[in-house]
């Protein structure tokens, strides 16, 4: 990204986001967000989205891939992905960066556009990646920032401003994956699915064969083809989806472990404590009280659109 235009974009930001954590827009599926410190790595569950970071820098960890999303790089999430997460960040140099939940409408409606003036992508989708910010993007983004920085421009000019950026991602240098994955074409389609199955009935005894049906797949050839998209095994995504919800459920609702773990699923307290400790580290109060320190990242906190809000 060109220094000038950076530095006008993080003025920008600084300015609507001048306190650390995240600050809501007047557009419902944007949140700008603020770090002061770093974050040392800890697992996420990301729903569908778009992450721009303008100052800073986070990487995510995905089995042996790393993804990085800087000044120079943006991150897509097409399905959600549990994944590692780390942030740098200072006083000095906060991370500053706009989340986009995932408009599929939106997006849909432009990738039917798209396809029909480029022809329909052959590309493999992929359930997440980072890709180079394209000076094209760059500009409109720092469209976007400046009408949001003028209340009455953000609210009538902003949806057109973000339709725009979704236009140079779907149409970027890997956008066809994009656009592939949101068709759901082939087996991805096919293993979306099973994902939306676990995020709307993870508190519900899954196994692999009604996950396998619900794809129309084997259960070997499943498993084959789950692990390749989200880089882990069905039940493995299964019980993290669980912890996340219940990680959620104590840091929001402020309920105790216990009460967490029978609310997604859990016949164990004491295999939920297990569980929790083996994916995030340290003990469910240990944890919630680390998040409460540096709940500076709301995507990370956020449940995905396919699971019913607490």
């Not at 706009?98 to 556009?113: G, K």
């Not at 066809?176 to 991805?188: I, M, P, T, V, Y």
């Not at 084959?224 to 989806?241: K, N």
Request: proline share 7%; charged share 20%; with cysteine.
């Amino acid at each position: 990204m060109e220094s000038p235009l950076r530095d006008r974009m993080v003025a920008l930001l600084r300015e609507l986001a001048p306190g650390e954590g995240y600050t809501l827009t007047p557009l419902p599926d944007v949140r700008l967000l603020r770090a002061d410190r770093p974050l040392s790595r800890t697992p996420v569950l990301y729903e569908p989205g778009i992450v721009i970071v303008v100052q800073g820098r986070k990487r995510g960890l995905l089995g042996d891939d790393v993804f990085v999303y800087d000044a120079q790089h943006y991150l897509v999430v097409s399905v959600p992905v549990p994944f590692t997460m780390e942030t740098d960040a200072s006083a000095d140099e906060p991370l500053l960066a706009i989340y986009f939940r995932l408009d599929h409408a939106m997006a849909a409606e432009l990738c039917v556009q798209i396809d029909a003036l480029r022809g329909v992508s052959s590309a493999t989708p992929r359930g997440l990646y980072a890709s180079p910010m394209e000076e094209a993007l760059s500009a409109s983004v720092l469209r976007l920032l400046e009408a949001l920085v003028k209340p009455p421009e953000g609210v009538v000019l902003g949806a057109a401003l973000v339709r725009e950026i979704y236009y140079r991602i779907l149409s970027g240098a890997q956008g066809g994956s994009l656009r592939a994955a949101l068709a759901q074409q082939g087996k991805f389609g096919m293993v979306s699915r099973a994902i939306r199955m676990i995020h709307s009935r993870y508190r519900e005894p899954l196994t692999i064969g009604e996950l396998a049906s619900e794809a129309a797949m084997s259960a070997p050839t499943f498993h084959a083809h789950f692990r390749a998209m989200t880089g882990t095994s069905p039940m493995r995504y299964v019980q993290s989806t669980r912890l996340h919800q219940a990680r959620l459920l104590m840091l929001r609702q402020h309920t105790t472990a216990a009460s967490a773990a029978t609310a997604v699923g859990y016949e164990s307290a004491s295999q939920f404590s297990r569980e929790f400790r083996r994916l995030f580290g340290r003990p469910p109060v240990e944890e919630v009280a680390r998040m409460k320190r540096n709940f500076a990242m709301p995507e990370a906190l956020t449940p995905s659109p396919f699971v019913s809000s607490h």
